[in-house]
């Protein structure tokens, strides 16, 4: 970080300012004690990020494409491409699919997408002018259930968008070996699964691409961001003609030099697709170069901090956790909870509990979609019942899961759940 004067003193202020404000304050702004999520930035990501400012060099530039490369090294993936956030991630992967230069699939095909998810998955395959038929999930594992998926296929359909909820691989084993029976092109959003893994591979390494959300109380953080991971050259190179305006001007060895001579095009505003604008900032990829380096330590933190917490649930009659497949490893995102159907209370009945206590609540994103408001508009997502998702949208939440907690936190998170479910 050469472009700051005097860095030793400026990191010593942000350290004690930092101290007095981290936890304590966030405590104060709200009355969770155990919100959703915390900051895990810290002094080295303030200074990266005074650092491009006092550069000048504040959008998208080295800093960019050091975090793509160290990111791919981590992922075990050939290329990364950041974008502004997952949604963002989700759109281009979907736009790679189909696209009018180089597509793979044609408008109108149908894409299987599951039901239960973060919505912008979703509108981000029909943006790109795909047919998206939606797939019910399993409230056991809250991932797509496998033989619905292959209930769903028909003759149109050509991909699977899949989703690793809350950190927890669907079972990539016999969703490949489907994908490949029917012949399936497959994307993975893995906005909330960074650092899990099916039999040793990273999720996001099993189809053409996967994405990544690095917004708030996500695995990393760039405060918005996202990052789409692909296994060849020529896709990293359209998604980042996609993700600039269709220009070339990002892209490695910028060929055919003569052709736009020839046609009177000035090489850095040269189009060869359309696009949107969804770079990042350097400032973002400052964040993420730093968070790289913690991440190991973070997911162990919270796979830890999650273990402590589901050895208690596993004793409990009334709340089950997520079913893990034998060969996945889950890197948990939060901690997602079901309430059993017999229980002699309702889901509302803990969450009210539970935010009275101080522990902030969500439901399962965004449960069944079908049941929103917007899908009035889209008849096509009342054809079918989705009785998986129905399950969870009534008696599934969530609670939040940061590497900052400590054991005596989840210690004290439990005393909160027993009080509920066993008052003495
Ligand atoms: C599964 C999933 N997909 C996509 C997104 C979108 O990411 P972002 O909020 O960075 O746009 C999220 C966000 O939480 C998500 O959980």
Redesign the pocket.
């Known amino acids: 970080m050469r472009n700051i004067p005097n860095i030793d003193k400026l990191a010593g202020v942000l350290e004690i300012f930092l101290e007095n404000h981290s936890r304590t304050n966030q405590a104060k702004d709200t009355r969770y004690w155990y919100p959703l999520s915390i900051a895990t930035y810290d002094v080295q990501e303030i200074l990266q990020a005074l650092d491009s400012l006092c550069s000048f060099r504040t959008t998208m530039w080295e800093k960019t494409l050091e975090f793509e490369r160290r990111y791919s090294a981590y992922q075990g993936c050939s290329h990364s491409v950041m974008v502004n956030?997952?949604?963002?991630?989700?759109l281009l992967a979907c736009h790679l699919l189909a696209n009018p230069v180089a597509p793979i699939l044609q408008p109108g095909d149908e894409i299987l997408v599951p039901v239960v998810?973060?919505p912008?998955?979703i509108w981000s395959a029909m943006m790109a002018g795909l047919k998206v038929r939606l797939v019910d999930v399993s409230p056991r594992t809250l991932n797509v259930d496998v033989e619905e998926l292959e209930r769903a296929i028909t003759p149109a359909t050509k991909a699977i968008f899949l989703?690793?909820?809350m950190g927890n691989p669907c079972d990539m084993g016999a969703i490949t070996a489907l994908a490949q029976k029917h012949n399936l092109v497959i994307i993975e959003?893995?906005?909330?699964?960074l650092g899990a893994e099916f039999k040793g591979v990273k999720v996001g390494n099993f189809g053409v691409a996967g994405?990544f959300?690095?917004?708030f109380?996500?695995h990393l953080v760039t405060m918005?961001?996202?990052m789409i991971v692909c296994q060849t050259e020529q896709h990293a190179r359209d998604l980042k003609i996609l993700r600039a305006h269709g220009w070339v001007r990002n892209v490695d060895g910028q060929e055919g030099k003569e052709e736009l001579a020839q046609r009177g095009i000035d090489p850095r505003y040269a189009f060869y697709n359309w696009g949107f604008n969804v770079r990042p900032t350097d400032v973002q990829a400052g964040f993420g170069l730093c968070q790289l380096e913690k991440i190991e330590a973070f997911n162990q933190q919270r796979n830890k901090l999650a273990g402590q917490f589901f050895e208690f649930i596993d004793t409990q009659k009334w709340l089950s956790r997520p079913e893990v497949h034998p060969d996945a490893a889950p890197c948990w995102?939060a901690l997602p909870l079901m309430v059993a159907k017999e229980a002699p209370f309702t889901r509302s009945d803990i969450t009210r509990h539970l935010e009275l206590a101080g522990v902030e609540t969500r439901p399962v994103?965004a449960g069944n979609i079908a049941r929103h408001p917007v899908s009035e508009v889209f008849p096509a997502f009342k054809e079918r019942a989705f009785p998986g998702a129905d399950e969870i949208h009534e008696r599934g939440f969530y609670i939040g899961l940061s590497p900052l907690y400590t054991e005596a936190e989840i210690s004290r998170l439990i005393s909160v759940f027993t009080a509920f479910l066993s008052p003495s």
Do not use: R
Request: some cysteine; overall charge negative; aromatic content about 14%.
């Open positions: 956030s997952g949604s963002s991630a989700d998810t973060w912008t998955q989703v690793h909820l959003d893995c906005c909330e699964a994405t959300s690095f917004f109380a996500h918005e961001g996202g995102f994103v």
